[in-house]
């Protein structure tokens, strides 16, 4: 664009004489604007680039189809095949529907702005199936991989996400957190663009913690349990919520922000302890003991959370309507020593590789024995703490060398059985003392 003032001329497009406080410039030949006019044309072509841009993600093409999904959390997640491919597909419909909606829109827009709306429209609009959101629940141990799951997938589809806890939420008007704070943190999460937090994804942890305390009636009100599913129902379903900005309990001068929560996918996880009893009731199958099939009796005692039903979970305490409103229902597998091998050093952002990182920074390189990496998996093992008992070892293990290694000018460490051992004794690591 050339920069010229053209002293005799005006600018084409409002009319304006030249002058010192809105030059006009020559754009083209025997095309003359002003700077004004220039800034509307790039403010204009700026929202139509970004107009553009979300119709591109939003167009149901764009959308990753399941197996690219499960092949994206392949790389972060090792093992829960079952609970990738539920995860996935719920995840391509949901978004598969917001498009779909969305294109329902934009074809109603267009032919209201025509003079008279054809009858086949009509007739197709009247005709049309609402497709509804499938919200979901993870039932697993501690940590199999619930949060990490709903994290991968929000990284994935590059949308709003946000993790709150459900046991600090309470009934309104009682001490701790109204039910809408979560979607405070969900709006927060995206610098308050409520249009783009109406597509996001809500991690509801410890959903397991709010579940009804008794089926005996009471002269008290459960009003962080049972309390909290029935407020919970009007977010899951989908309506128009009255979020305060800072999070807080309401208060009548306060500014609130409406989210129409039809759109927001809510994954909901918890590990559901001791559910396992009821779905050993449910199917005549002993928890403990010894059958005379052995080797299934030992595999259906191991992980009968893989047969878990929703009458299961209204055993345990979530009421019918909550439990209706989460029909997807998966489950996550106990891991096994392999999958605790594999968690050390498979993933792209496994602990190991992350300690080889950070010494790689300094100039130094990490390895470590496969002693070493079995040491940490049994210790894992023995304290039943899933994926996150290994980060939780491994910090106890390097916290010295991360001390000592950048000042001492060595360019090679090497993490051995014998060191995981020493310095998780030094450590007196849970209490047990290491045996060589």
Request: charged share 30%.
């Amino acid at each position: 664009m050339a920069n010229r003032r053209n002293n005799n001329g005006n600018c084409m497009m409002c009319g304006r004489p030249d002058s010192p406080e809105t030059p006009v410039v020559k754009v083209l030949d025997g095309l003359t604007l002003c700077t004004d006019c220039i800034s509307y044309i790039d403010q204009a072509r700026d929202t139509e680039m970004a107009s553009r841009s979300r119709g591109r993600k939003a167009s149901k093409h764009e959308i990753p189809k399941p197996k690219e999904i499960k092949e994206f959390l392949d790389n972060y997640i090792i093992g829960q095949e079952e609970a990738k491919k539920y995860l996935s597909v719920a995840v391509y419909n949901h978004y598969k529907r917001i498009a779909r909606m969305e294109e329902a829109k934009e074809k109603a827009a267009r032919s209201a702005s025509a003079s008279k709306k054809p009858d086949d429209i009509l007739k197709a609009d009247t005709d049309d199936v609402e497709i509804e959101k499938s919200n979901i629940i993870m039932v697993g141990p501690t940590g199999t991989g619930k949060t990490l799951l709903a994290k991968t997938i929000a990284k994935l589809l590059d949308v709003p996400f946000t993790i709150v806890d459900a046991t600090v939420l309470t009934e309104a008007g009682y001490v701790g957190e109204d039910i809408e704070s979560l979607l405070t943190r969900l709006l927060q999460a995206c610098d308050y663009d409520v249009e783009k937090a109406e597509r996001g994804i809500v991690f509801i942890d410890e959903i397991d913690k709010i579940a009804r305390k008794s089926d005996n009636p009471s002269i008290t009100r459960d009003v962080s349990g049972e309390g909290v599913q029935q407020g919970l129902l009007k977010l899951l379903e989908g309506s128009t919520v009255l979020v305060p900005p800072n999070g807080g309990r309401k208060h009548p001068e306060q500014k609130l922000i409406p989210v129409d929560t039809k759109n927001i996918l809510f994954i909901c996880g918890g590990a559901f302890d001791g559910i396992e009893r009821k779905i050993a009731s449910r199917l005549n199958t002993h928890v403990v003991g010894y059958g005379h099939d052995s080797s299934t009796k030992k595999e259906q005692r191991e992980n009968l959370m893989r047969y878990v039903m929703p009458q299961d979970l209204k055993s345990f305490g979530l009421i019918p309507e909550i439990i209706g409103r989460l029909p997807v229902l998966t489950s996550l597998e106990p891991l096994d020593r392999d999958a605790l091998r594999r968690i050390l050093t498979e993933p792209r952002n496994a602990i190991t590789r992350q300690y080889k990182k950070l010494f790689d920074i300094d100039g130094v390189k990490l390895e470590f024995s496969d002693d070493a990496l079995d040491t940490i998996v049994d210790k894992a093992i023995e304290y039943k703490l899933g994926a996150r008992g290994l980060r939780s070892i491994v910090e106890t293990v390097m916290v010295d060398a991360m001390y000592e290694v950048p000042s001492s000018g060595e360019k090679e460490f090497t993490v051995t059985a014998d060191y995981v051992k020493s310095k998780l004794r030094d450590a007196r690591f849970g209490m047990v003392e290491l045996k060589d």
